[in-house]
């Protein structure tokens, strides 16, 4: 059973930084593109961020472009979004997800972490 903890959120002032972590536990014998997504109150889930199973491509939505940089080092099991520049209108819960290569859905979700920026 795959299973994903986000961790690393919290309070941080407008142009601040925090790195987020999606650690995984489970066994996994496919490869596997893992994303990062948010949702803020009353908002609907947006997509922020992908890395490829080989962690070779990488893709951003145009709102945290810049300012925010996926990784992941499988050697951990583990997933970072690091966040630069951040601003109030980043405020949401933040999720991992993972999707097994050639596949369109997400078959594993995190709990989230919430991630509050002050102005």
């Known amino acids: 059973q795959v299973q994903l903890v986000e961790s690393g959120g919290g309070l941080v002032q407008a142009g601040g930084s925090l790195r987020l972590s999606c650690a995984r536990s489970?066994?996994?014998?496919?490869?596997?593109?893992m994303s990062w997504f948010r949702q803020a109150p009353g908002k609907a889930r947006e997509w922020v961020s992908t890395?490829?199973?080989?962690?070779?491509?990488?893709y951003y939505a145009d709102s945290v472009k810049g300012r925010f940089t996926i990784s992941r080092d499988d050697a951990k099991n583990t997933m970072y979004l690091q966040m630069n520049s951040l601003k109030p209108e980043d405020t949401a819960l933040y999720y991992c997800?993972?999707?097994?290569?050639?596949?369109?859905?997400?078959?594993?979700w995190g709990q989230g972490t919430q991630v509050t920026v002050s102005s």
């Open positions: 997800a993972l999707r097994y290569a050639g596949n369109s859905e997400y078959t594993n």
């Open positions: 489970g066994r996994i014998f496919r490869s596997y593109d």
């Open positions: 890395i490829s199973w080989s962690g070779e491509n990488l």
